[in-house]
Structure formats: structure tokens, C-alpha cells
């Protein structure tokens, strides 16, 4: 089965649209959370996952302070008014949504959460000490995670506790094998690793591989429609470097 795996879309259409797009036919999509915050298209993401019918979507940090869940006031201070203004424009059905889902889960050989399997809303692991700490708090061979915006790879070493980062490869497909490994697709709507396109994965779970992808996105599009929903400034640019 071909599995697309989205994280962290963040209420950015143009951006989702283009990975739905280049990914193309699929037998089935996983969401790992953050749906909504910092863009101006929560309800159209929301619309749009729901519609692909995912056989899996977690909750992120981010959906779950729109609805109050968390207190806005541990984010900064663009992420606040992003936050507080999705609030005021999200439909009552798809809040209702994002209340249905869980921030962590289980696929088969995968341990899912939004954050990471120690802390599932909201912890970055994003270096090889806090990777090798999460290894011990889920017991299957692997952990899809997001949050950090970035795509990674983080392989246990032995059983010591030590682990590797690995960069991936954009489109070479990663064979898993017999070494436990923590993946990160990336984001598709605000990528941080200094690559402004958006990030996703294709998970072939008979084939057993993991291929991270790239595809442009019209930016301009998406940084438009903030401008007019009067969302920080500092949201808007940062989209046109992937930071």
C-alpha cells in the first residue's frame, strides 16, 4: 500500500494542494497534526484532509490551542495572533473535527505522534540526545513524528541508547530495515530547513521504504491571502525562505 504522509500543513492550501498534486495516486494518506495555525486557509485544509478520508490524523500543538486545549500564551507572539484569528474564522463542524483527534497512534509497525512518543503535542527532537531519549518510549520498530518542520531521519544505534541523524534524499526511496528509526516528513505549509518547498513523504509498507519529497508551491498565493486575513508579517515572509 502507498501511503502519503503529511505533516504540519498548517492551514496553507497552496501548498497542500501542490503535494496532493505531485504525490499522485495514492492508496491512502496519514496526517500527523497541525492542520490549522499560522495560515490563512484553516476551514479549506480542514475541508480538504476530511474529504481524502485519512486512515489516520493526529491533533498537533497548534489545533489543539484553537481550541483551547492549550494556553495560547506558551506560543509567540505571531503564533498568538494567528492562533486567536483561526479561532475567530474556524466552522463549528470542522472544530469538531479537530477535537475528534488524538495527538499520538498506531499503524502496524509504526508508532505515530505529532511531537514525539515521550511527549506527544509538543516536544522538538530535532538532535540525536533527545531522538535517543524518545527510542525507549515506543516499542515499535518505527515512529512517525512532525512538529519540528523539518525532515529527518534518526537511526538507533545498537542498544545503547546512541542514535544517528540522517538527511534524506528527495525522492530516492530509504529501505527499511532491521534498525529502529524515528521519520520526519517535514511540513508541508512552513518548512524550516531553509527550503521553501513544501515537504512530504511516501510510506510503501510492501515495499518497505520511505521516500521524502519536495514541490513547489505558488507562495505568493498563500502569502497573499495573509495579508488580506492581516496576519503577521513576519508569517508572511518567512514562507519565501523556508525558515
Not at 500500500?1 to 497552496?14: G, K, T
Not at 496519514?30 to 490524523?57: F, K, M, Q, T
Not at 475528534?100 to 522538538?124: C, I, K, N, Q
Request: aromatic share 8%.
Amino acid at each position: 500500500m502507498r501511503i502519503l504522509i503529511v505533516s504540519d500543513i498548517h492551514a496553507n492550501l497552496a501548498a497542500f494542494e501542490a503535494v496532493l498534486a505531485d504525490a499522485g495516486a495514492v492508496d491512502a494518506v496519514l496526517c500527523l497534526g497541525d492542520i490549522v495555525g499560522y495560515g490563512p486557509d484553516p476551514n479549506e485544509c480542514v475541508a480538504r484532509l476530511r474529504a481524502l478520508n485519512p486512515i489516520v490524523s493526529l491533533s498537533g500543538n497548534h489545533d489543539w490551542a484553537t481550541l483551547g486545549k492549550l494556553d495560547v500564551e506558551d506560543f509567540n507572539g505571531d503564533a498568538q495572533k494567528a492562533i486567536r484569528w483561526t479561532q475567530t474564522v474556524l466552522t463549528p463542524d470542522h472544530r469538531a473535527y479537530l477535537a475528534g483527534l488524538p495527538p499520538d497512534g498506531r499503524l502496524g509497525d509504526f508508532t505515530l505522534a505529532h511531537a514525539s512518543p515521550r511527549y506527544p503535542v509538543w516536544e522538538y527532537i530535532l538532535d540525536t540526545v533527545t531522538a535517543a531519549e524518545n527510542f525507549e518510549h515506543f516499542s515499535t520498530p518505527y515512529c512517525l513524528v512532525g512538529h519540528t518542520h523539518a525532515a529527518s531521519i534518526f537511526q538507533q544505534i545498537g542498544s545503547n541508547g546512541s542514535c544517528d541523524l540522517l538527511l534524506p534524499e528527495y525522492g530516492v526511496p530509504w529501505g527499511l530495515g532491521k534498525q529502529r528509526l524515528i521519520l520526519n516528513p517535514g511540513s508541508v505549509g512552513q518548512p524550516r530547513d531553509a527550503d521553501p518547498r513544501a515537504a512530504y513523504a511516501i510510506l510503501d509498507d510492501e515495499a518497505r521504504t520511505w521516500e521524502a519529497r519536495r514541490v513547489a508551491y505558488p507562495i505568493e498565493q498563500t502569502q497573499a491571502r495573509m495579508r488580506e486575513a492581516g496576519l503577521p508579517h513576519r508569517l508572511i515572509a518567512r514562507l519565501s525562505y523556508g525558515w
